[in-house]
């Protein structure tokens, strides 16, 4: 059989390979058992009823594709794949019966029983026609299943192939079985017994695999390595924290995948969604066709105290700023900014205070007090107007910061006035190993000696830039 008639027979759907399917095996069925009861042969029985096993379960294939592809419904809310598995275990069940039975009478007829044989070439050539169909749908029916994921179907193919094999051995049997009729040898007589016995030995093995593959997805038993798998692409994507969970089962030939990730507690819901999105299309692509349901928890093990009070303010909705945290005889002191909105009444704001402390107390461990300052929110967008600045505040400024007693490589000074106020903005630059701890405490010492230096300026804003390196 060549690759081109493989590709066209693997297009087929699963219902058409289903039906083919059953087609082969009634015909090889009929044959066998036509032959097999004509000629005596209990190895040509044996592979006639295995060959009725095969047509039960072509037709539990036939009636689980047409089932197990339903899609989900109010009723069965994740499908019904597991049919497919159901029946595939079914199926095992049957061919390892049967293989208790072959097993059994081959063994009756080695020692207790004296049956004669008529071997014919018929024997033969329905042995040589059951290996060619045999090795065609095994073929078939594995291209099937590897292309739909078709446990049912890999368990036909196996099927098929055992056929193959015992097709084989039943031939040797039968050929030793005319030999002996021929020499006259009574010994290799028994080769049909031995031969049902070795082809039996062959399907019980072939059920059990099958039967244990099925039994494993029935009972949700994770794909081997498939979890490890999924863990390494989920944390490549930038924003997992932590993977703290991944549960993976398999319903026919679809997965169904359950991960939990915990993602920055800072993240607004919007980039939480693009993350978990993201962790989606790896899953995906490593799973094609998959069911993914991911499930976002906040990381609640930050690197810093101060980072840990800040996330459990950004949890509970309260905006913070002006954190301090000392730490006094091994008891933490807390000291905060609290933003309540300008139309919240003292009262309803004394309690977001004293709610937030009792969170605090309640999470961080060993804190002795936290003291909440309440601040009104400022309006979201200020109304103001512009006018213009005078020359001689600018060069004041400029006078104050090159009179300070740290030198800049470069400084920008802009002074901007809003509703009567002066507002000024100056950039320095300083050098880009500078640790941001000094470079802060230069800022904020440069504020308070311009201040001192101009005392009817009270809005300063200092950013602190790396001094550019020289290419």
Known sequence: MGEGDLYFFSRLSQKTVSVLSVVAVTSLTLMKLGVGLFTQSLSLVSGALDSILDLVAMLVIFLTVRVANRPADYEYHYGRGKVENFSAFLVSLLLMSTSVWIFYEAVQ??????????VNVWAFLVMVVSMVV????????????????????????????????????????????????????????????VAAMVVAGLVMRASLKISRSAVEVLLDRAPKGVADQLKKVIYTVRGVRECERVRVRRSGNKYFVDVTIL???????????????E????????????????????????????????????????????????SINDRLHIDVHLEVPSDVSVEDASEHANRFEEIVKSEIPNVEEVNVHLEALEE???????????????????????????KFPKYEVEVKNYDGESNIYITIYVDGSMPLGEAYEISSELKDYIIRNLPSVENIIIDVEPYPKKR
């Open 263 to 277: 993602l920055d507690p800072s993240l607004s819901l919007a980039r939480a969604s693009r993350v978990a999105s």
């Open 109 to 118: 007829r080695l020692f207790f029983k004296d049956v004669s044989v008529e």
């Open 279 to 326: 962790v989606e299309k790896k899953i995906l692509k490593l799973l094609p066709g998959a069911d993914v349901v991911i499930d976002t928890d906040p990381h609640r093990s930050p690197r810093r105290m101060i980072d840990r009070i800040r996330d459990l303010a950004v949890e509970e909705g309260f905006s913070i700023h002006g954190l301090t945290v000392r």
């Open 380 to 406: 979201d967008v200020v109304k103001s107007s512009e006018s213009v600045v005078s020359e001689e505040l600018v060069g004041k400024v400029r006078e104050a910061v090159e009179s300070f007693s740290v």
């Open 134 to 193: 045999s090795y065609v749908f095994s073929r078939l029916l594995s291209r099937t299943a590897e292309i739909y994921g078709s446990q049912v179907f890999e368990a036909g193919a196996l099927n098929f192939a055992t056929d193959i094999w015992s097709s084989a051995i039943v031939l040797i049997g039968l050929s030793l079985t005319r030999l002996s009729q021929l020499w006259g040898v009574e010994v290799i007589g028994f080769g049909d017994a």
